[in-house]
């Protein structure tokens, strides 16, 4: 999600069939009471609702946790001591500190007791660490150590711009990157990501064969413009005889 204003575009991305609505809070000015009202459409229809947050400041991610969000994606995270942050803020004692807070959205307002809520939310929030520079590819296996970290997210567009190849996902630099990140994940039994990535099947099978679990689809503007654009093509073809 990165434009659209209205909690609806969750009950759309559900009735693509999309697994999760992903709400980009880093590049785009969608406020925290939209991003909430996103989170609980979402769960309202069964798709995940995940936020990636604008810094590394704690409260960016627990606050969109306690609105709803069931996982938080954490941009340019560089080393361990970064990730081991992200986990402290986002989970309770003793995985965590994350401030106390009841039964909210993401758990339907169900009546539990203030452990029982720790101990869900705990096991049911999803910690994404993303991957964006060669100085996070070479970390990644201490990264992918730090207990609490659920995926290593490479975002392909960034760590593609900081390599001095901006776009070449496939260029034999990136490859060597998605493997290594790859490796590290499946050593520590973390699950990878990838974003940015869209449009070519052979690549993203190769993806999937390298353990790929987490691929992000298209934004609400890229398909807007693509169907579109689609249209305008066929219209504009159109003849009157």
Sequence with gaps: ????????????????????????????????????????AALGMGITPIARVTSHDPHDATRILDCGAQGVMVPHVQ????????VDACLYAPKGHRSAFGS??????????????????????????????????SNAEAIAAVEGIDVLHIGASDLSTEMGIPGQY?????????????KAARSHGKAMGVGGVRQDFEFQSWLLRLGVRYLTGGSDVGYILSAGRADVKQLRELKLS
């Design 104 to 137: 909210g959205p993401a758990l339907g307002y169900a009546a539990l007791g203030q452990a029982e809520v720790c101990r869900r939310l705990n096991e049911e929030t999803l910690l994404m660490a993303m991957i964006e520079t060669p100085e996070a590819v």
């Design 170 to 182: 496939q260029h034999e630099r990136m490859r060597a990157a998605f493997e290594t990140v790859a």
């Design 1 to 40: 999600v990165n434009q659209l204003r209205t909690p609806n575009i969750a009950m759309i991305a559900a009735a693509c069939g999309f697994d999760a609505v992903y709400i980009d809070l880093e590049h785009n000015p969608t406020s925290l009471e939209t991003a909430a009202a996103v989170c609980v």
């Design 79 to 86: 080393n361990a001591a970064e990730a081991k942050a992200i």
